[in-house]
Each structure stands twice: as structure tokens, then as C-alpha cells.
């Protein structure tokens, strides 16, 4: 039986990018009615990042926004708020992502929508969030990493610190707003009323570095880069082989053990400076320098092989993550008209959250909500043909 606890329940996305449509996608997934309004003209924004593009927006809009429906609308002319407001009458939750003041310029701020109907569980998707003296500026992923020091802790030592390759404060972002959400709709079931949910992309940034935060909040000293490498724990990286790399993690000391001992040297795990992990940690390059050199001299397959009692894996590219028999054995590769993306990571009395149907075109379902809101079909064709709307 196909698990949808938000059947019934109907979303208003007025977000753009990666963290909002992240939120309102994993809420489709559980069976939500996310109603996607987009500017007619442009659309979602992310429709325009390539280089990779689908019919009717790229790669990332694709993956972001799978299981709603598009409604084209020019929120800022009277007649598209109007439209607007009717489907805020309606809806369970709203989620926006303007920049802080813009939505209580054009009349849509919590307490104004929440005035309307009392049971709205509305969300902020923002950047600093709503307080201290950065609360009005714009943020996007990198920058976050940059200012909260994510960009400080990754690469290697002695060269720049670099961007993570994911978005993963947008998507960590996404997550919690949806999380956040579930949270209200259950309270809603007893109180009768909703909530305001906000989350930050600044926020989500920090709860990413926090032992490295509350390290610096004890000391006042930095971290720095440890490349693959974790700080707390060694052996944890990666290592060169003959002709590969595999990451191994032996995170104690009985795995330290059996590590020496498969790569031949058994004596490391007696040595008073490897003998518990603060020791490995504190003559980390003097340990390394071994293991190296040991691993170096066979190729991957081999070590794969003899290390089958240690946390060890290869280092794939996405090419070959793609290709790889446990990728697709997870059933997170999804097909949506042919298209191959990925469903929710979350699986329910064993069966995969799937998404319910693929991103849509602009402006596709136009016709279809607004006619849901009660508006006739000439109407719709009036608005189409002033421009407040637009069908996909």
C-alpha cells in the first residue's frame, strides 16, 4: 500500500531555487497537493540552471521538483494576488522564500495569511533568518558555506579551503523545513490551528560544524583542513593504492587492530605511540606515513578484498555511483517520463517513498487550479491573455 499520510493535505509553494523546492517536494512525496507558483514570464529560477536542461527546465529544477503542479502567476498584479489569496483560503500550508520583507510588502506575511485562515501552517525559508544585523541580506548555499566556516575546514592543509561539491545546505535546509512542517500539521490534528515555521540556510550551515563550532565556542581556535582526513579519529581517510583509492575508517582501537594486522603489520597496534586512538591522533603523520606505504603496494581490489572486516570503500565518481549494482538495488532510481532522477531516501514498512509524478512544465496545471478556485474558463483565458497568468 503506497504511503501518502499528507493525502488531503494542499501546499502553496511560493519558494524558488534548491531549499524551498527541496521542503515541498519531499512533502509531495508523503502525498501532499503542492501547488508550485511561478512567475509566467520567468518561472522558477533554478528553471534556468544549466548546462544540463530537460523540457521546460534544467537538470537541478528537475530533481527539485518532482510530485506538484505549476501554477503561473504574477503575484504582484492585483488580479494574480487575488487568485492567490483564494488558494491560500484553501491550503494547509504556504512556503515562501523571498527576502526578508518582501512578502509583507505585497500583503502575504504570516500574520496576514494566518489572519485569513487560521489553520495555515505557513513557512519562511530564509538566508540569516529574522534577527541580528544580517537578518535582511540574501544568501544562496556557497556563501553560507563560506561565512560559517564550512569553506574553512574543507580541502587540503596546505592549499585554499574549497566549496563542498553538493548544495548541502540547501538540501539540509529543505529538510528541516519539512520537518518542521509534519511537526505543525500534527499539533494542527489537536490544537485546530497552525503554526509559523521558520528556518535559515545560516542556521542549517551551523547545526553542519557542530562539534567543530563548539570546539571554537570552548577555545577561541579554529580548525583547520584535514583533506579526507577526520581530525578526532585516525586512521580515517583516504589512501592511495597501486592503482585507486579507498577510504578506510578505523574509528577504535580493535578495528586499528585488525587493520595492522591485514596490511602486515601486526606490531603497530603494540606500539606505545598507536595504541589508542588520542595516541594515533597525536603521532597521526608518524602512523600515516606507515599505512601508506603499505597500501600503496597493491591495488584497490586486493585491499577490498582483504579488509572485508574494516570500514573500508572505494572511491567512485558519480559515473560509477550511477552505474553500481547497490544504487540501483536501493530503488531510489526513479524513472519520471523516461528520465531517470531519485526518490525520498525513506522507505515505509519496506516500500520506497516514490514521487507521484515528474517536475512540471510552466504553467502546466494553470488551468486546472484556478479553475479549482472557481474561476470560469474565459476567465482563465482573460488572465492568460493580460499576462497574469500563463498555460502550460
Not at 560544524?209 to 581530525?231: E, H, K
Amino acid at each position: 500500500m503506497t504511503f501518502r499520510p499528507l493525502d488531503g493535505i494542499r501546499v502553496v509553494d511560493l519558494t524558488s531555487s534548491l531549499a524551498g523546492p527541496t521542503c515541498t517536494e519531499i512533502l509531495g512525496a508523503l502525498g501532499a497537493d503542492v501547488i508550485k507558483v511561478e512567475h509566467p514570464g520567468r518561472g522558477d529560477e533554478a528553471r534556468a540552471w544549466g548546462p544540463r536542461f530537460f523540457d521546460g527546465g534544467s537538470v537541478m529544477f528537475f530533481a527539485a521538483n518532482a510530485s506538484k503542479r505549476s501554477l503561473a502567476l504574477d503575484v504582484k498584479d492585483t488580479r494574480g494576488k487575488e487568485a492567490l489569496l483564494r488558494l491560500v483560503d484553501r491550503a494547509d500550508v504556504f512556503v515562501q522564500s523571498m527576502r526578508a520583507g518582501t512578502v509583507e510588502r505585497h500583503g502575504l506575511g504570516p500574520e496576514a495569511l494566518r489572519t485569513r485562515n487560521d489553520r495555515l501552517v505557513y513557512c519562511s525559508v530564509g538566508a540569516f533568518g529574522r534577527v541580528g544585523p544580517l537578518a535582511g541580506q540574501p544568501g544562496y548555499d556557497p556563501l553560507m558555506q563560506a561565512f560559517a566556516g564550512i569553506v574553512s575546514i574543507t580541502g587540503e592543509p596546505e592549499r585554499p579551503g574549497v566549496r563542498v561539491g553538493s548544495s548541502l545546505i540547501d538540501l539540509g535546509t529543505g529538510v528541516w523545513a519539512a520537518l518542521g512542517i509534519v511537526a505543525a500539521l500534527h499539533e494542527r490534528a489537536q490544537s485546530g490551528r497552525g503554526r509559523e515555521v521558520d528556518v535559515a540556510l545560516f542556521e542549517t550551515a551551523l547545526s553542519l560544524v557542530g562539534y567543530q563550532l563548539t570546539d571554537a565556542l570552548r577555545t577561541g581556535v579554529a580548525s583547520g583542513r584535514f583533506g579526507t582526513a577526520f581530525p578526532l579519529i585516525v586512521p580515517y581517510e583516504v589512501f592511495p593504492t597501486a592503482d585507486g583509492e579507498l577510504m578506510i575508517a578505523a574509528a577504535n582501537d580493535r578495528l586499528f587492530a585488525r587493520l595492522a594486522e591485514e596490511i602486515g603489520r601486526p606490531e603497530l597496534a603494540a606500539d606505545p605511540r598507536f595504541r589508542t586512538n588520542p595516541d594515533r591522533v597525536a603521532n597521526r603523520e608518524a602512523l600515516l606515513t606507515l599505512v601508506r606505504e603499505r597500501l600503496a603496494e597493491r591495488t584497490s581490489a586486493y585491499w577490498l578484498e582483504a579488509l572485508q572486516d574494516i570500514p573500508v570503500a572505494p572511491v567512485q565518481d558519480l559515473a560509477e555511483v550511477a552505474a553500481h549494482e547497490q544504487t540501483h538495488a536501493t530503488g531510489m532510481v526513479q524513472a519520471l517520463d523516461g528520465i531517470e532522477t531519485l526518490a525520498a531516501p525513506l522507505q515505509i514498512d519496506r516500500e520506497r517513498v516514490a514521487h507521484q509524478a515528474p517536475a512540471p512544465v510552466l504553467g502546466q496545471h494553470s488551468a486546472e487550479v484556478l479553475a479549482e478556485l472557481g474561476y470560469t474558463e474565459a476567465e482563465i483565458a482573460e488572465l492568460a491573455d493580460i499576462g497574469v497568468t500563463r498555460l502550460g
